[in-house]
């Protein structure tokens, strides 16, 4: 674990595209091409759900932590 934040630290120093936040997540089935059957459809909209109250929780956690790009107002 210690070596990958090394790792991770080493990168963002010397990487000449650093980021501030985590890359956000593609919605569920953006990649897939066509149109989804009813029950796929669902399916994916059920996944976005979760993903966003995940990303809630996050924002949550930081705002408690006072980090990241999200501040209690």
């Known amino acids: 674990m210690e070596q990958e934040q090394d790792i991770a630290s080493h990168k963002h120093a010397i990487s000449r595209h650093r ?11 953006y990649w897939n091409i066509g149109f989804p059957s009813t029950q796929e459809a669902l399916e994916i909209n059920n996944k976005a759900r979760e993903m966003h109250k995940e990303k809630m929780i996050k924002v949550a956690e930081q705002v408690k932590k006072g980090e990241g790009k999200f501040k209690k107002r």
């Not at 980021?19 to 089935?29: K, L």
């Open 19 to 29: 980021h501030q936040w985590e890359r956000a997540a593609t919605p569920p089935g």
